[in-house]
């Protein structure tokens, strides 16, 4: 009788877990599964400084002449492999997936300033909007990127502002995505980069009007989740980053 009852429970408990697993979780517990799985790394290195610590402790100085460029970001940007899309540029890559704009300034020493660039691209803020590290503002999204600006600045790296780019829920992977990020707060945060670029001569990169949609959302075709860019997308978004480069480096 005893094995029995093991065996049941054994299963009742096999099936509670197969039931959990297949569960559609809504985009709020999504996003509180997330957060718990990575409370533990979090806490111990919140900026996670500990990504390229050692890259950048191999790195040579920048050659005489050498117009290196930093591209920080998210995991739009860890994603994106920057030697198949700049083929032979000196294009540094330092995305970090699901990171938020208080994580990357808390880095922006380390993964920027001391690797001596011309130009740093940033790409953030998709991120802060869905809260991956806690409700936030957009006046404080809005004060880290002028943080990291002003840090920028006042080391003689130029600056490139890329806008938050558009998101779509097109496709059943989108869903969860799409609903952690509203287009309405991208619009809004996208306005002030533009308008901060212009009173604080910095480049904006405008990836949002090429990428998005007569709905406003971002173009079927250009990413399978809605949110991050497959190669058709980063297709379009590489000529963009390189002309804003160019400009950024002009006297």
Request: one cysteine or more; charged letters at 20%; proline letters at 6%.
């Amino acid at each position: 009788m005893g094995v029995r009852i093991t065996i049941v429970i054994a299963s009742l408990i096999l099936a509670s877990s197969s039931l959990g697993q297949t569960a559609k979780l809504s985009p709020q517990e999504a996003l509180e599964q997330w957060r718990a799985s990575n409370a533990a790394a979090l806490l111990d290195d919140f900026g996670e400084l500990g990504r390229y610590r050692n890259e950048n402790a191999g790195m040579r100085p920048p050659a005489e002449g050498e117009n290196r460029v930093v591209f920080l970001g998210d995991s739009i940007t860890d994603f994106w492999k920057l030697g198949a899309y700049f083929p032979g540029k000196p294009y540094i890559n330092r995305g970090i997936s699901g990171q938020t704009t208080p994580q990357m300034l808390i880095r922006f020493r380390q993964d920027v300033v001391n690797l001596r660039p011309k130009v740093v691209v940033i790409l953030a803020g998709t991120n802060d909007i869905a809260g991956n590290t806690g409700p936030a503002r957009i006046e404080d999204i809005e004060s880290n990127y002028a943080s990291m600006a002003e840090i920028a600045r006042a080391n003689g790296i130029h600056v490139v502002l890329s806008s938050v780019t558009p998101v779509n829920n097109y496709t059943p992977e989108s869903l969860d995505l799409f609903a952690e990020r509203s287009p309405a707060k991208i619009i809004q945060l996208n306005h002030w980069l533009k308008e901060y670029c212009l009173s604080k001569r910095c480049v904006y990169l405008d990836y949002f009007s090429a990428m998005v949609d007569d709905k406003g959302l971002l173009k079927r075709g250009l990413a399978e989740d809605g949110l991050h860019p497959n190669a058709a997308g980063y297709r379009i978004m590489a000529p963009l980053a390189e002309d804003a480069i160019e400009k950024a480096l002009k006297p």
